[in-house]
């Protein structure tokens, strides 16, 4: 089992400010680098405080040159939003900066807020068409001079300058979720990230059963990749009950992500506030005992035993996804306890 830490800048109000939250988030990833991850994720968001990262590339540009081993993960780019010559030139261009560490995960994008100010017009439930197309052109880049004569781009023969470092390229996963993204993930050679959400283990196993279905199904590609990505709150034994403050905080990331998915309010300065707790008294998954069972929060040895489940089921790649609401010293010490006894469980 490979470990990464999926991270953002986080901002729920503006107590703390932007030169502050990268702090934090450089801090966090030396962190995980010397405790032994392999990858740092960073994903793309538009306009949103909570998740503040209009682009990957500059924070992991930074980070690879404090850094030496961990690998740069853009995870998520959001494929309407780019042309497939930028993708592949910037890509190739972090793996020139990093030496080779550079990885891309493709999204088709989910906010339609971040549709109606970045592509107006077009709905969010229509963005796998871009991602369908973008995938096979940016590798067709990074091959050499290709020209392209698509639906949604068409542009003369051209390359990706600077070529990438690593050969024929990045590794290049597909944040997926219904069987056709898994189907295409594969049958294109992109590794797989998933991420259950709110739903228990049992939904981990679907999303590997939707994966193992598209590896029958394309017998003669090379096994890819799969990745599960998961909120996690690491906290010490001598605690039991400090699991609570981490359930709390995971259920109003999980209201403020339903606020802005709902896209019916206007945010002020980049700020939403979360849907009020009424909205979901009939929706037992926001229930904090709930969120204990399905968001990674525990003990050590509750995490490591759950993590060894998600080994045994063929997962290649665990990500500590600490964007909860939590403070930075909160986040620090649980991502700490994490490195110091889960990882040595997995040879770490």
């Not at 500059?58 to 993708?87: C, D, E, H, M």
Request: negative net charge.
């Amino acid at each position: 089992m490979r470990f990464s830490l999926f991270v953002h800048m986080e901002r729920w109000d503006e107590s703390v400010s932007h030169e502050q939250a990268f702090a934090d988030l450089t801090e966090l990833v030396l962190m995980a680098e010397a405790g032994g991850f392999g990858t740092v994720w960073i994903g793309e968001h538009h306009a949103m405080e909570f998740t503040v990262s209009p682009s990957p590339m500059p924070q992991l540009a930074y980070l690879a040159a404090k850094t030496s081993t961990i690998r740069l993960g853009a995870g998520t780019i959001i494929a309407p939003f780019w042309n497939p010559i930028r993708v592949a030139g910037e890509c190739a261009l972090l793996d020139v900066i990093s030496g080779g560490r550079m990885e891309v995960g493709l999204a088709r994008g989910a906010y339609q807020y971040e549709f109606d100010r970045m592509t107006p017009g077009l709905a969010a439930s229509d963005g796998g068409k871009h991602l369908r197309e973008l995938v096979p052109a940016v590798k067709a880049l990074w091959a050499g001079d290709y020209a392209h004569d698509g639906e949604l781009w068409q542009f003369p023969t051209s390359t990706s300058v600077p070529s990438p470092v690593q050969t024929p390229g990045p590794p290049v996963w597909i944040a997926a979720r219904d069987p056709a993204s898994h189907d295409f993930a594969v049958a294109h050679g992109c590794n797989v990230m998933v991420t259950p959400l709110m739903k228990g283990d049992e939904e981990v196993v679907a999303l590997r059963d939707k994966f193992e279905a598209a590896l029958a199904a394309h017998p003669d590609v090379p096994r890819p990749d799969l990745m599960v990505l998961r909120h996690t709150h690491v906290h010490s034994e001598s605690d039991p009950d400090g699991w609570r403050p981490a359930a709390e905080a995971v259920a109003r990331y999980y209201r403020t992500f339903d606020a802005w998915f709902g896209n019916q309010e206007a945010p002020v300065k980049g700020f939403l506030p979360p849907s009020p707790g009424e909205k979901f008294a009939e929706r037992p998954e926001f229930e904090l005992d709930s969120l204990h069972r399905t968001a990674m929060i525990g003990t050590p040895a509750e995490v490591v035993r759950r993590i060894k489940e998600y080994e045994q089921l063929g997962v290649d790649e665990y990500s500590f996804w600490i964007d909860n609401g939590m403070t930075h010293e909160e986040k620090r010490a649980s991502l700490q306890l994490f490195i110091e006894e889960v990882v040595p469980a997995f040879g770490g």
